[in-house]
Nanobody, 123 residues
């Protein structure tokens, strides 16, 4: 089992930045593909991005590419999501997820999930 705990959500103004963190435990972190997903009110959950165990492969959804950056620190068992140029449509609950299979880029779902952290973009 893998336990995931997100932090860093909050209220930010349009154009602002926010960094989310996700701490993992329960398995060797560097063997896990990590991902970020989000679910806006009234909408289905959507893929934001994923990063391979080594950090050498990263994939983003088109909607966030160029504005969001995923990174990981395997020594700290933590994955990050840096969000820049935030828009009101980025408002959502953001979920950290982990997968034990080989990195494949785009994901519809993963094996393990955090409880989520709310990001609200509003003036």
């Amino acid at each position: 089992q893998v336990q995931l705990a997100e932090s860093g959500g909050g209220l930010v103004r349009p154009g602002g930045s926010l960094r989310l963190s996700c701490a993992a435990s329960g398995r060797t972190f560097s063997t896990l593909v990590m991902g970020w997903f989000r679910q806006a009110p009234g909408k289905e959950r959507e893929f934001v991005g994923s990063i391979s165990g080594s950090g050498s492969n990263i994939r983003y959804a088109d909607s966030v590419n160029g504005r969001f950056t995923i990174s990981r620190d395997n020594a700290k068992n933590t994955v990050y999501l840096l969000m820049n140029s935030l828009k009101p449509e980025d408002t959502a609950v953001y979920y950290c997820a982990a997968d034990s299979s080989s990195w494949s880029g785009y994901y519809y779902g993963m094996d393990y999930w955090g409880k989520g952290t709310l990001v609200t973009v509003s003036s």
